[in-house]
């Protein structure tokens, strides 16, 4: 909840400081040269960095959900042939972490 509130701030920052900036600037990029609103190409950029950093964190979640994944099945697997009748593995293991 505090992050989407964080973003919204700065969101609606990012827009104020475009909105008071709108005077027509030259943009050069390698070979391509044009006019644009300071106010847009400052939205855009905002825009393209957010899309940037959150294909970044979806790759980083997804690697720790497959991560998660692989850990649940190998400790599944470990209960399975190391269980004896009678021990509960569970309370094993959180006995020894208390």
């Known amino acids: 909840m505090g992050i989407l ?6 969101v609606l ?9 709108s005077e027509i600037i030259n943009v050069t990029l390698w070979l391509w040269d044009f006019q644009s609103s300071l106010a847009l190409l400052l939205i855009i950029t905002m825009c393209v960095g ?5 294909s970044v964190l979806m790759r980083v979640v997804v690697k720790k959900n497959s991560e ?14 190391t269980a004896t009748p009678g021990i509960n593995v569970e309370s094993t293991i959180t006995k ?3």
């Open 50 to 54: 957010a899309l940037i950093a959150g």
């Open 96 to 98: 020894k972490q208390s």
């Open 13 to 21: 920052l990012v827009v104020t400081f475009a909105l008071q900036n």
């Open 5 to 10: 509130v964080f973003a919204m701030i700065l």
């Open 68 to 81: 998660i994944r692989k850990l649940k099945k190998s400790l599944a697997a470990q209960k399975t042939t």
